[in-house]
Nanobody, 125 residues
Framework: QVLVAESGGGLVQPGGSLRLSCAAS????????IGWFRQAPGKEREGVSG????????YYVDSVKGRFTISRDNAKNTVYLQMNSLKPEDTAVYYCAATETWGDVLGPPHEYEYWGQGTQVTVSS
C-alpha cells in the first residue's frame, strides 16, 4: 500500500513563496505518478501539477506555469512543489495523490488511489 503525506503549507503574502512536500512510502517514485491538486472553498478539486515514472515527466496547468515547479528526490521518496509569485487565487487546501497506473502525467482526481490529508495554503496580505 502506498501512503502519501503533505507538509509545508501556511500563510504567505501575495508575491511570496512556499514549498510543499509530499512524502511517499510503500513504493518507489519511479513506479508512481504523483499529482498535486488543490481545492478552494466552494470549488471542485483541480489538478495543479504532476510528475510521473522513471523519466520524471512533468506537467503544469496553465494557471501555474512559470510560477510553480515540481521536482522529486528519489533518495527521500519525496516530491516537492515550489510555489513562487503566489496570488490570492492560489489559496486552497493542497493535496498530493499517487497512482501506480497512469496515462497522462496529471490525470483527473478519480484516477488516483492514494491521497494525503491536505495542507492549507493561504495567500493574503
Amino acid at each position: 500500500q502506498v501512503l502519501v503525506a503533505e507538509s509545508g503549507g501556511g500563510l504567505v503574502q501575495p508575491g511570496g513563496s512556499l514549498r510543499l512536500s509530499c512524502a511517499a512510502s510503500g513504493f518507489s517514485l519511479d513506479y508512481l505518478a504523483i499529482g498535486w491538486f488543490r481545492q478552494a472553498p466552494g470549488k471542485e478539486r483541480e489538478g495543479v501539477s504532476g510528475i510521473a515514472g522513471r523519466e520524471g515527466s512533468t506537467y503544469y496547468v496553465d494557471s501555474v506555469k512559470g510560477r510553480f515547479t515540481i521536482s522529486r528526490d528519489n533518495a527521500k521518496n519525496t516530491v516537492y512543489l515550489q510555489m513562487n509569485s503566489l496570488k490570492p487565487e492560489d489559496t486552497a487546501v493542497y493535496y498530493c495523490a499517487a497512482t501506480e497506473t497512469w496515462g497522462d502525467v496529471l490525470g483527473p482526481p478519480h484516477e488516483y488511489e492514494y491521497w494525503g490529508q491536505g495542507t492549507q495554503v493561504t495567500v493574503s496580505s
